[in-house]
């Protein structure tokens, strides 16, 4: 769990995924990795500012709770490899943690777990599995109440759904009527439409792609 947990052993991964799909994901990997970072960098400047607001203590701020620590390690990497340490919270973190909703942990994974199941579809939903483990660890650490994970994944939900939204009515009403090649190949931000060939004919009551 505090491995699963540990954010910054898993930057280096997704550092790596986000430039293999901005370098060799084509259109589709292209535009994900966009409407991902906007969708990320808005729901995180509302998990900040709930933060600040709302101030609701964490766990192992309000009672004594057990605690699961990595040892330190360079590479962080490595500190998979190291034995866990694990002991009772004390007085330090009933003051030195920061507040407990939204979680930033279950904000970040519902985001990208949306975003993956919109743009891969099938093979975007078994993120899910990823972002179910995050969560249950983060109550495992103590380091959430479980409604604050419940209405963290709500909320990341409401917000990633409507970064989407906007961002394929941008790509409607600005850009491709500045681009018909572009909207010729790609109608629709992140949804498949299927290509007709020039040649082939139109049934009654069917409509082209991009009406």
Known sequence: MPVISRADIWIPFFVIITVTLLIFGGFRGRAFVVCTALALGLSNVVVDSLKMAVGRA???????????????????????????????????????????????????????????????????????????????????????????????????????LLVLAASEVIWDKLVLPRKPAMAARHPRLFLDVPQRSPSAPISAGEKLPGE
């Open 58 to 160: 964490r766990p192992k701020q309000s009672e004594t709770v057990r605690m699961i620590e990595l040892e330190k390690s360079r590479p962080i990497f490595l500190t998979i490899l190291r034995p866990r340490r694990v002991r009772t919270s004390t007085a330090r973190e009933r003051s030195n943690s920061g507040s407990s909703f939204p979680s930033g942990h279950t904000n970040n994974n519902t985001v990208i777990a949306i975003c993956c199941s919109v743009f891969y579809r099938r093979w975007g939903k078994l993120y899910w599995i990823i972002t179910a483990a995050v969560i249950y660890s983060r109550i495992y650490l103590a380091a959430h109440w479980p409604s604050d994970v419940l209405a963290t994944v709500f909320l990341a939900s409401g917000e990633t």
